[in-house]
């Protein structure tokens, strides 16, 4: 935990620092492409791009961890814990992407996103492996996928052209 802070504040002094510093030879300025993760408009995610911040280290509040653990539990009701696992990391990995928004809430929450928020059912209390699977996916995310879809109950065919790169139980994920 204490490694952790410390390599969020040396991050946070390096970008300072960047700040204040003249710019290099080029003409991008430090903020280019900062507003286009918020802006990009898109219903589904066009432009995949996994890029991590120098920390892994994902911290979240309680309620975070509460949001996170009922997606779960709404999500991957039935499927093996390492399914469950790999549901919550998708949503960290997306607050980590780009393209994507920075909050649990916000990439939960995200228009046309998961099917459990528009269904009401994320309003479910989270069973306890749904909750130990937030867990484990914060200490040790165990895929790389932005998404996850079932092939047996998706129509969308967009979905479909994404790249999977596991499988577990009746989910697909991908990049």
């Given at each position: ?27 991008t ?115 790389d ?20 790169t ?10």
């Amino acid at each position: 935990m204490r490694n952790a802070m410390v390599s969020v504040l040396l991050l946070t002094f390096t970008l300072l620092s960047m700040a204040f510093t003249s710019q290099s030879s080029s003409d991008t300025p430090l903020t280019a492409g900062l507003s286009d993760k918020k802006n990009s408009g898109l219903k589904h995610k066009e432009t995949v791009s996994n890029e991590k911040a120098e920390t892994e280290t994902v911290e979240l509040t309680a309620a975070e961890k509460d949001l996170l653990s009922r997606l779960v539990h709404a999500e991957a009701k039935g499927e093996p814990f390492e399914g469950k696992v790999a549901v919550a990391s998708v949503v960290l990995n997306r607050m980590e992407a780009k393209q994507f928004p920075d909050s649990v809430s916000e990439v939960v929450y995200e228009e046309n996103q998961f099917s459990p928020v528009s269904n009401g059912s994320i309003r479910r209390p989270a069973d306890q492996e749904s909750k130990r699977a937030v867990e484990e996916a914060l200490e040790e995310p165990n895929s790389d996928a932005l998404y996850f879809f079932n092939p047996d109950l998706t129509d969308d065919k967009w979905i479909r052209t994404r790249e999977v790169t596991k499988k577990i139980g009746g989910h697909h994920f991908a990049i």
